[in-house]
């Protein structure tokens, strides 16, 4: 009885300028991959945001604001990809750690503005910083990065496709 996998699924020797194939029951799955570096991005943000006392999600936020402030609920849950009662109790956080404000919407009292705080202006500023610490923390190479616009659109569009195709 011969037990040897087909040559196929054996990877290939990875060259220096080419990663390992993937191996193992997921090694075709586009997904898992997605799903490995989310993952892996989301412990290297950790790490990363620690010092500044904040999540991911929460980072995202300030940064939203740092772009534009004064957004409403609405805007930041369609800028995040979150729902509001997701987005309500991590904005109600950054409220009382005085980063944010969050003021009914004069015209519309259904409407929640949120505003960054003279602290959150702050921190907004300081964590200007992580991309490039992201960066220094994965020591990602030249290369690497040089690829990073390309696969930025093609996972956007990948998103935006599978967002489409929802119920």
């Given amino acids: 009885m011969n037990n040897a996998q087909p040559s ?20 075709d799955y586009v997904c898992f991959s997605i799903y490995a570096a989310g993952l892996a991005f989301n412990r290297l943000y950790k790490h990363v945001l620690d010092r500044f006392g904040l999540t991911y999600p929460q980072y995202l936020v300030l940064v939203a604001l740092r772009a534009r ?9 369609e800028l995040l990809f979150l729902e509001s009662n997701t987005l309500t109790p991590l904005l109600k956080r950054l409220e009382a750690a005085g980063l944010v404000t969050r003021t009914r919407d004069k015209a519309d009292e259904r409407v929640v503005r949120i505003g960054l705080s003279a602290q959150g202006r702050t921190l907004a500023a300081d964590i200007a910083c992580v991309p490039a ?17 390309h696969l930025i659109r093609s996972l956007d569009s990948l998103a935006e496709t599978l967002r489409k195709a929802l119920p």
């Fill in 8 to 27: 196929a699924s054996v990877p290939a020797a990875a060259s220096a300028d080419t990663p390992p194939a993937p191996v193992g029951p997921f090694a």
């Fill in 69 to 77: 402030d004064d957004r409403t609920v609405g805007e930041l849950c």
């Fill in 133 to 149: 610490d992201m960066v220094a923390a994965a020591g990602t190479s030249e290369q690497d990065l040089a690829a990073l616009p």
